[in-house]
């Protein structure tokens, strides 16, 4: 006993080492950030310390008795148990009755990361662009929905990883995830995260219908090096900008996760960061969720940061300063040693697990299934017509006209004979980050030819992303049970995660005449094969060919078959047979010889296809000429052109925001054989298209408009719906416009608050196919005081002919004579439906302590009003300012 306690009083000094290197955390970050008076981080303001309890939308008594019932189960686990509970995927404690459970079930960043059936809204940086809340929370209600119906269906869990995304990356068009994310501007990034978080926990006072996480918290704003990175951000911009999303997501959200990220900020890894995950998330803004670390960003505080020279005090580290669950193993294998050396004493342990069974314990996980309100939600709803309509309705929302010189659009259907559809974004619906694989994906093609009336008819090639549905055989543990799509370097997607009994199918196959089945393949594995079958999975082989290691999953080799004698069309299931792990992928395949489809009936409307050239890929001379042929032939021409995935994605930042490949080539090459020429945008990020918008008639388009894009873009391409979408970042011209990349500065010329220039297209802007007159502004004071606020009204007026949505948007301007302040800040928004000729009176309050009227006073510690004139600024886009009022701002 002597020596035990002879070791734990040596221990004990340095546990008070590594609580006081947490606490230098803080120090070291805030050094210019704050001066805390505490050495675990900010001193929290008395008014703090009083506010309610956040809890995650629950009822207080209801948190409270979650909160006590997990404390008392805790009370009974062992430390080994205890140390069990810290990693994503953990084990049952069958003696206190507790189940295993996965605090890493999925992600559902636009929707559930599964197989089909699964509805693939558009990327959240799209659903940004329809500035509208109460669609974001039903999109995400439609979600949680989906993740309720699986979770009855095959035990799909309730813990999500995503969304939202709040960190900002969106101040610079080159982060390689920026579809991730809702806006460049914090308030309005806030607002969309408070819906999208009210969607997926419910407004239930009882039970969480799924647990939401924003995330990466914070300043995780590059890819390339993101694990060992540390962001320098000066205290202003962190204050006033990087966090203000993330106390969005708390204070009024109502998450219950948060996601600390990789990189470190101001020296110090962000998992490793006390002032971080406890004095701001859990002392000032209220955080009675649990924490969770990116995947792992506990040992990057040691593999990559080499902030501490083991994983035992990484691990003590991270929980030290408040992370509860390790997305990896370096807490549940590290935490024992941690305790054994006294880095961590095991009630901080007790804390972190009483947070995340509390979670569980909202959830639902301990009590009947029927319990729940959520259980009545019915399995049909997945992909349900419903939620297909909705996708489309969001889709259609999202869209942002960014030019429509002489009324070019809409087209006329009436007056269009041929239609020429070109570029590498037209055929293929590309989803972006984090989707599902839903069963219904309409590309811009499909959707117009569906919209059109016109059949596609069979066809003897198909592209790998052409599948109907995917599936795997019957116990396959995957997010995603059968092959998903990623991007293919040859252009487009390819069809990868193909595993040992996975399948896809595709309608529509030509047989007639062909003799011979060929597939484009790649893989580094020893392969496996393709089996061809007719009409269902366990229909007849018609073909069936080998797949040997191509020497990379990126290199592509062509492998071909006999086929047997099939006359007609016919359903083909592409059925995957080989050993254990990924066998290959499949770019496209195709039957030989093909018979010539027999010409359209005269008068018909016909659609002439061309993709002219891939995403990334060189100039291909033969297809330009496709391209030109049938641009020359038609009456309209739609370019479709855009980024995905081979150019950003997580882990790989853009160096240029200009289309990639000879899309630019391919615009103009076709502008040159018909100036009936419209640009139809659909990418995953900004691109700046300077000569496309000096030179073309029309521009339109979105960010990946989710699963019915084809649909969305065809009814607002044809006038079947009117746009009505604004954009939610600035589009600039060249990356000349932009500080060095890892400028964290938000002063030094980012987003539209600060940007001196000439953008191509500024913050806001979005047009219409009617127009909208602002007037009469009315301000209810012209002084705000200290808690007070002002109400600001006007009237808009839909001054054409069809009906239409107007996003009226509110700024202001602080005169700051001792610093620098915004050009202009978003304190307002409405989207509104105006009918033709009538006029919709919009209002917005503007408080006194609103976050656009005060700045962090590093002198201080805290944010400060100026007194002296605020601008009261009314507008359709941050450019576009309609009215003009002004208020007298009091300390």
């Not at 006209?401 to 619906?429: Q, S, Y």
């Not at 997010?479 to 009994?501: N, Y």
Request: overall charge negative; glycine content about 10%.
């Amino acid at each position: 006993m002597a020596k035990r306690q002879k070791n734990a009083r040596r221990r004990v000094s340095r546990r008070e080492f590594m609580t006081l290197a947490a606490g230098s955390a803080a120090l070291v970050m805030t050094s210019g950030l704050q001066k805390p008076a505490l050495s675990e981080g900010l001193p929290i303001p008395a008014a703090m310390r009083n506010e309610a309890l956040d809890t995650g939308g629950i009822a207080l008594e209801h948190f409270q008795k979650a909160r006590q019932r997990a404390a008392a189960i805790v009370a009974q686990m062992s430390l080994e148990e205890k140390i069990s509970q810290f990693g994503t995927l953990v084990p049952a404690i069958p003696r206190l009755g507790l189940p295993a459970f996965n605090f890493y079930a999925s992600e559902a960043l636009h929707g559930l990361i599964h197989s089909g059936p699964i509805t693939s809204f558009p990327l959240p940086l799209a659903l940004g662009c329809s500035w509208n809340r109460p669609l974001i929370e039903r999109v995400f209600t439609a979600v949680s929905d989906e993740i309720w119906a699986w979770h009855k269906k095959n035990g799909q869990g309730l813990a999500m990883f995503s969304p939202p995304t709040v960190n900002m990356g969106t101040r610079d068009p080159r982060w390689g995830r920026i579809g991730e994310n809702y806006s460049e501007d914090p308030y309005l990034v806030g607002q969309m995260a408070i819906y999208t978080i009210h969607g997926m926990q419910g407004r239930d006072t009882q039970y969480l219908k799924t647990i939401a996480c924003a995330k990466h918290f914070c300043a995780n704003d590059t890819e390339d090096d993101r694990e060992e990175t540390s962001a320098t951000v000066d205290p202003r911009s962190f204050w006033e900008y990087y966090s203000r999303g993330f106390e969005a997501c708390v204070k009024e959200g109502h998450v219950f996760t948060v996601m600390s990220s990789y990189n470190a900020m101001n020296g110090i890894p962000t998992t490793a960061n006390r002032f971080l995950l406890t004095s701001l998330l859990r002392d000032r803004w209220g955080l009675r969720g649990y924490v969770v670390s990116d995947c792992d960003a506990v040992g990057d505080i040691c593999s990559t940061h080499h902030f501490v020279p083991t994983l035992a005090e990484a691990a003590a580290l991270a929980v030290n300063a408040g992370c509860d669950i390790n997305c990896g193993s370096t807490l549940p294998q590290n935490l024992g040693k941690a305790v054994d050396e006294m880095l961590i004493s095991e009630s901080v342990l007790d804390h972190s697990v009483t947070r995340s069974l509390t979670g569980r314990i909202l959830l639902g996980d301990l009590d009947p299934q029927d319990q729940s309100p959520y259980s009545k939600i019915p399995i049909s709803c997945l992909e349900s017509p419903a939620h297909r309509t909705l996708a489309r309705e969001a889709g259609r929302q999202s869209v942002v006209l960014f030019k429509n010189e002489n009324h070019t659009l809409p087209l006329e259907k009436g007056r269009i004979k041929k239609l020429a559809v070109i570029g590498p974004m037209a055929a293929t619906c590309h989803l972006g980050n984090y989707s599902g694989v839903p069963d219904y994906r309409v590309s811009p093609l499909a959707g117009i030819m569906t919209y059109l009336g016109i059949g596609s008819g069979p066809a003897y090639q198909k592209r790998a992303s052409d599948f109907l549905r995917t599936g795997a055989q019957p116990g396959a543990r995957s997010f995603i049970a059968g092959p998903q799509l990623e991007w293919c370097s040859e252009g487009g997607e390819a069809l990868t995660g193909i595993h040992d009994g996975s399948w896809a199918e595709y309608t529509d196959v030509a047989f007639t005449g062909a003799t011979e089945f060929h597939a484009r393949v790649a893989g580094d594995s020893a392969g496996g094969s393709i089996e061809v079958r007719l009409d269902q999975i366990r229909g007849p082989v018609v073909a069936k060919v080998g797949v040997t290691n191509t020497d990379g999953w990126q290199k592509w080799a062509n492998v071909s078959a006999p086929l047997q004698s099939v006359t007609g069309a016919h359903s083909v299931f592409l059925h995957f047979v080989g050993g254990s792990g990924l066998l290959f992928s499949l770019e496209s395949f195709s039957l030989t010889p093909e018979r010539p489809a027999p010409p359209p009936p005269p008068g018909t409307l016909e659609v002439i296809y061309a993709e002219g050239c891939t995403v990334t890929g060189e100039k291909d001379p033969a297809e330009f000429a496709k391209a030109v042929n049938a641009a020359q032939e038609a009456d309209a021409v739609l370019v479709f052109v855009g980024a995905n995935q081979q150019v950003d994605r997580e882990g790989h930042d853009r160096n240029f925001i200009n289309l990639p490949g000879v899309q630019h080539e391919l615009v103009q090459t076709v502008y040159a054989a018909n100036h009936r020429t419209i640009l139809v945008i659909s990418s995953n990020a900004p691109v700046a298209v300077n000569w496309e918008e000096e030179h073309l008639p029309a521009i339109v388009g979105g960010l990946f408009l989710g699963e019915q894009q084809g649909l969305a873009l065809a009814d607002v391409l044809f006038g079947a719906y009117n746009p009505g979408g604004k954009l939610n970042t600035t589009w600039f011209r060249s990356v000349q416009d932009l500080p060095d990349f890892h400028d964290y500065n938000i002063r030094h010329g980012r987003t539209y608050m600060y940007f001196k220039g000439s953008p191509l297209y500024p913050f806001g802007h979005g047009l219409s196919y009617t127009t909208f007159r602002y007037k009469n502004l009315r301000i209810s004071d012209d002084t705000l005081g200290p808690g007070g606020k002002v109400t600001m009204s006007l009237d808009v007026t839909n001054t054409g002919s069809r009906d239409g949505d107007e996003v009226v948007q509110a700024y202001v301007h602080v005169a700051g004579v001792k610093i620098e302040r915004p050009i202009k800040q978003l304190v307002g928004f409405e989207r509104v439906s105006i009918k033709a000729g009538q006029t919709h009176t919009v209002s917005f309050e503007l408080a006194h302590d609103d976050p656009a009227l005060c700045y962090w006073d590093e002198g201080r510690n805290e944010f400060v009003v100026e007194p002296g004139a605020v601008e009261i600024m009314m507008g359709a886009s941050s450019a576009d300012i309609r009215l003009r009022g002004q208020v007298k701002l009091m300390a």
